[in-house]
């Protein structure tokens, strides 16, 4: 699939902090990230078309993907309907679908939290008795209360 480096990067950055549905692990959210969620939606619905004129032009960085209308695509009908209350979160500030903005403004920094296992890697034989870990989460957190006692220990 032809994508831009930087989608290819988010989608990445995605796939691998979220495959932890459970909190196994400690996250981050840049709130910057929201522009690269647009571009990434923005080049993959060329992919929901057919017209191979689209499907076929290569994207370079820097430059617009080919805007595609998708007949009967939902999208399309959010913008269709004025009243719709989908239609402005999806044209705010949106610099690749609708209005075509030049610069978008994002305000914040990020969000974090910590994993309830991180500061509680007790918890673990707990949590699994309910919940899929994955084995190398699971190894990292028994690590980490390894390690916690035996600083616990030399205080």
């Known amino acids: 699939m032809d994508l831009t480096e930087r989608s290819q990067k988010f989608i ?7 495959r932890f549905r459970y909190m196994e692990t400690s996250v981050w959210v840049d709130w910057h990230w929201i522009v690269s969620l ?16 689209v499907t076929s032009a290569r994207l370079v960085e820097g430059k617009w993907a080919p805007r595609v209308r998708i007949l009967g695509g939902h999208l399309e009908g ?7 209350p989908s239609r402005e979160p999806l044209l705010w500030h949106n610099g690749y679908f609708g209005r075509g903005r030049r610069t978008v403004m994002v305000r914040g920094g990020f969000c974090a939290i910590n994993s ?8 673990l034989d707990e949590i699994l008795k309910y919940a899929y870990i994955p084995r190398e989460v699971v190894k990292a957190y028994r690590e980490h209360a390894s390690a916690e006692g035996k600083r616990a220990k030399s205080r």
């Open 12 to 18: 990445t950055r995605i796939d691998e902090m979220g």
């Open 38 to 53: 647009d571009q990434v939606v923005w080049e993959l619905r060329r992919f929901c078309t057919l017209d191979p004129t």
């Open 78 to 84: 959010i913008l269709k309907k004025r009243d719709d």
């Open 116 to 123: 309830p296992l991180f500061r509680n890697a007790e918890l």
